[in-house]
């Protein structure tokens, strides 16, 4: 089996464009989202099919007693967080450290585990899971490789995952690049996008993970960021596996919750052609 994480850098470069593109043109029977913080891929990969969603509990989070709370005021003075409030706990401000239970004499408080999101699972038709983190939570790293873990136990028998991963290249990004076997760069045109894209190479080449690069959104085939990128790339040794123009038909595509593939032959083409030169990347074959 193999592992195709997609990843950016930064958001908006059409990640999740290019994902969904690439499971509906390979027919990919297993997938997920890692980007739990606004996790979309569900919606252009037939939602309408059964899902199972479970809790995820990422953390803890104080609860006061009243009936024991002999109102001392302790656990407010105390607290770092500023989440004590009329001998009330904010689930927003408390950060689970559990200073508060244990100053408190009366034990009046405890900590209590904290359903910081959802997994959602869909094993008919194709393997599916993706994460959501609830509003104000942390640990998102933990809960991207919890749905890792989970996309796992269904996959024991398919040869290619793909992993829509989170944007930029913080925690959530690292956990999503655990056990991957090349990750694929979505950038974009533009000064930002370039810089984007070579953290994200440093980042693949410290965590020792082979990547590959595909320039999205271009202008025309005559941009000078095309050389830009490809010259950066042969630098750093890292296959560039083509661009992709920009097409108009990928508003028309999101608005309607589907794949661009299903709208547009050309730009069908051209993604077929760097897919094959991905899947040539992921299993060893000659460019």
């Known amino acids: 089996m193999k592992t195709l994480l997609i990843i950016s850098g930064k958001g908006g470069t059409g990640k999740t464009t290019i994902s969904s593109a690439f499971i509906k043109a390979n027919e990919i029977r297993a997938f997920a989202d890692c980007d739990v913080e606004a996790p979309n891929l569900y919606l252009v990969t037939y939602p309408s099919l059964k899902n199972t969603t479970k809790e995820y509990c990422g953390g803890y989070k104080a609860t006061i007693d009243t009936a024991k709370c002999i109102k001392c005021g302790e656990c407010k003075d105390n607290c770092r967080f500023s989440a004590i409030t009329n001998f009330i706990v904010d689930e927003y401000k408390c950060e689970g450290c559990g200073l508060c239970e244990a100053l408190c004499r009366v034990n009046a408080i405890k900590l209590n585990k904290d359903v910081s999101g959802f997994i959602t699972i869909r094993e008919e038709g194709e393997r599916f899971v993706y994460g959501s983190l609830k509003c104000g939570r942390g640990n998102s790293g933990k809960l991207v490789s919890t749905v890792k873990k989970e996309l796992g136990k269904l996959t024991t028998i398919i040869d290619t995952v793909v992993i829509d991963g989170p944007p930029g290249l913080g925690c959530p990004v690292i956990s999503a690049?655990?056990?991957?076997?090349?990750?694929?760069?979505?950038?974009?045109?533009?000064?930002?996008?370039?810089?984007?894209?070579?953290?994200?190479?440093?980042?693949?080449?410290?965590?020792?993970?082979?990547?590959?690069?595909?320039?999205?959104?271009?202008?025309?085939?005559?941009?000078p960021f095309i050389t830009e990128v490809k010259e950066y790339c042969d630098k750093m040794k890292v296959p560039y596996v083509g661009q992709l123009l920009y097409n108009s038909a990928i508003v028309k595509a999101n608005n309607e919750a589907n794949s661009i593939i299903n709208f547009d032959e050309e730009m069908k083409k051209s993604m077929i052609e760097v897919f094959d030169k991905v899947k040539n990347i992921l299993y060893r074959r000659s460019l």
Not at 185 to 200: A, L, N, P, W
Not at 201 to 212: D, P, R, S, Y
Not at 217 to 222: L, P, W
């Open 177 to 223: 690049f655990a056990g991957v076997d090349l990750a694929l760069i979505v950038s974009e045109e533009g000064k930002s996008g370039f810089s984007d894209m070579c953290r994200m190479i440093e980042t693949c080449k410290l965590n020792q993970v082979e990547c590959c690069v595909l320039l999205n959104k271009v202008s025309d085939n005559k941009s």
